[in-house]
Nanobody, 124 residues
Framework: VQLVESGGGSVMPGGSLRLSCVASDPDVSEYCLGWFRQAPGKQREGVAVSSAGGGATAYADSVKGRFTISRDNVQLTMYLEMRNLRVEDTGLYYC???????????????????GGQGTQVTVS
């Protein structure tokens, strides 16, 4: 699935951003979707994932209570609402997909394939 991210930018600590990810596949409702990020010198890490239907979500401990993932399968779009941003949230954010319809296959952040160039988030 091709995915195009947008919405990144530079904010001060405590600020907010909303990332968007548009999918190319009209069958996106058959995919788990998630957000991942990679900071310079660090490995890619999972941030948040959503079940194929959007009814279930999971978050990395570091972003719980601050980030919210959502999706609109009709609009083929996924979002990541980020509040109370911290310096350590800085990184290149990617959306990714995993063809699975069972929530237990979506949640572990494993097996996802990124499909775009990412969008940069800088908190400083």
């Amino acid at each position: 699935v091709q995915l195009v991210e947008s919405g990144g930018g530079s904010v001060m600590p405590g600020g907010s951003l909303r990332l968007s990810c548009v999918a190319s596949d009209p069958d996106v409702s058959e995919y788990c979707l998630g957000w991942f990020r990679q900071a310079p010198g660090k490995q890619r890490e999972g941030v948040a994932v959503s079940s194929a239907g959007g009814g279930a979500t999971a978050y990395a401990d570091s972003v719980k209570g601050r980030f919210t993932i959502s999706r609109d399968n009709v609009q083929l779009t996924m979002y990541l609402e980020m509040r109370n941003l911290r310096v350590e949230d800085t990184g290149l954010y990617y959306c990714a997909s995993l063809r699975a319809t069972r929530w237990k296959d979506c949640a572990p952040f494993k097996g996802y394939v990124t499909g775009g160039q990412g969008t940069q988030v800088t908190v400083s």
